[in-house]
């Protein structure tokens, strides 16, 4: 690969998502209208493509297009069901919350239509549902954080500092709407950025571990909406308690310890595929 062009193509990759992103958050902070959050989303996926087709249009930059083992995608599901729901279940556990009760789910993500429906029953039948539907926005961003960004941080950088780099830059990307109090916001400011930055580093190795190894992005645009939903749709609705963000969630320090851990084990596990 030709670094230079490589370097070319992070810059002006960087250079019209973080502008453009900024002006979109600025937007939806004072405007409050969802569509600026979904559009944002996008925002690093549509600049990927476009830079995918600028600097490397005979390659398969994306990952969209690559095959992919079961493996990957099965993992893609269950890992961040393995961080989020036991730190949720140990935080209610010390918290003592009573929270609503699975059967307030359904009520919750569709209204009156769904105030009859067993909260088992929901989650099973709308999980898969779901999965596509929290897609629709996160591969926006995994089409450009991991799909086409990723790679070529590997490449220019090596794996550890294109890790560092591609998730501080994600993290930092989302601060003025937790500063300006439209996202992740329950609890302090200094708190809530600081674990914010910390847990997205943490599930950033995971995220460009499966876009490495499997040569694809779609584990990690799986990652990601599997994340959303389960946090956001399915255990964010159940808590009751104001302390539970604290625990649990994208800046608890349980949902961190459990991360870390998976992430010790990929790592190990990354090292010995890169040495073999």
Known sequence: ??????KKALITFYAITLPVSFLIEVLYIFGGNELWMSLLMWVP????IICAKKFYPKQKALGLLSKVKPLYIILGIIIPVIYLVPSYLISWGILKDPTKGIDSLPASALGEMGASISGIIFVIVSFVPMIFISAMTAAG???GWRGFAYPVLERTFGPVKAVLINGLIWALWHVPMIIGGVYQSQVNYVYGVIMFIVEVMIITVLFCWTRSVSGSVIPAILLHSVHNLVDQIYLQPLSTNDKVPYFAGEQGFITILFGAVIVAVIILRWRKTRTA
């Open 45 to 48: 996926g549509i600049v990927g």
């Open 141 to 143: 961003e995994e089409i």
């Open 1 to 6: 690969m030709d670094r230079g062009l490589d």
